[in-house]
């Protein structure tokens, strides 16, 4: 059982940044596949970024050039710089992991076999 922990989340003005991070424990996080999602109030949990076994990343649209999804293997945890933050950026920020590793259908939470507890993220304008 792989278990998943984010931390980084808070409150800051419009412009501004934040780095999430999420610890995973097990010795296998370097073949995971790893992906962050999101859930704004009122609507559904949406993809965000991911990046696979081999250091692939793939972004949503509407982070692109902003967000920054990064892995460090030694300390298994993955991360996701945001900067140029917005208000519509105010979420729950969810870690996700894949087992099979080739984040395959990374904007789909079907491939994720395990996920955090979620951190909150508020944007004031």
């Known amino acids: 059982q792989v278990q998943l922990v984010e931390s980084g989340g808070g409150l800051v003005q419009a412009g501004g940044s934040l780095r999430l991070s999420c610890a995973a424990s097990g010795r296998t996080f370097a073949s995971f596949a790893m992906g962050w999602f999101r859930r704004a109030p009122g609507k559904v949990r949406e993809f965000v970024a991911a990046?696979?076994?081999?250091?692939?990343?793939y972004y949503t649209a509407s982070v692109k050039g902003r967000f920054t999804i990064s892995r460090d293997n030694a300390k298994n945890t993955v991360y996701l710089q945001m900067t140029g933050l917005k208000p519509e950026d105010t979420a729950v920020y969810f870690c996700a992991a894949d087992r099979s590793g080739s984040g395959d259908y990374y904007y789909s939470e079907l491939p994720y076999d395990y996920w955090g507890q979620g951190t909150q993220v508020t944007v004031s304008s």
């Open positions: 990046i696979n076994w081999s250091g692939g990343t």
